[in-house]
Nanobody, 121 residues
């Protein structure tokens, strides 16, 4: 059983930066395809970024392209989402999840519990 957990959320002003990190217990994240999702109040959960197992496939939601970067820290066995130029509309609960298989087209399998990111002045 893979248990995922997020860290690094918080409150930041518009235009600021924040990094959220995904880590696992009972498994090695380096072996998995990992995606980040978010869910804003009153909205459906949306996929915002994904990195495939070997890193050759990285995807981003259009609204975060150029502002967010997904990357692995293989030494720490984590996957982080670096978020720059944050906007109030980025406010949401952010989740990491494992996708089955080695590409970003796989089915979502395991979820973290989510972490709040609030962009507000």
């Amino acid at each position: 059983q893979v248990y995922l957990e997020e860290s690094g959320g918080g409150v930041v002003q518009p235009g600021g930066s924040l990094r959220v990190t995904c880590f696992a217990s009972g498994a090695t994240l380096n072996y998995y395809t990992i995606a980040w999702y978010r869910q804003a109040p009153g909205k459906e959960r949306e996929a915002i970024s994904c990195v495939s197992t070997f890193g050759e496939n990285i995807t981003y939601l259009d609204s975060v392209k150029g502002r967010f970067t997904i990357a692995r820290d293989t030494a720490e066995d984590t996957v982080y989402l670096q978020m720059n130029s944050l906007r109030p509309e980025d406010t949401a609960v952010y989740y990491c999840a494992r996708r089955l298989g080695t590409s970003c087209s796989g089915k979502t399998h395991s979820w973290g519990q989510g972490i709040q990111v609030t962009v507000s002045s």
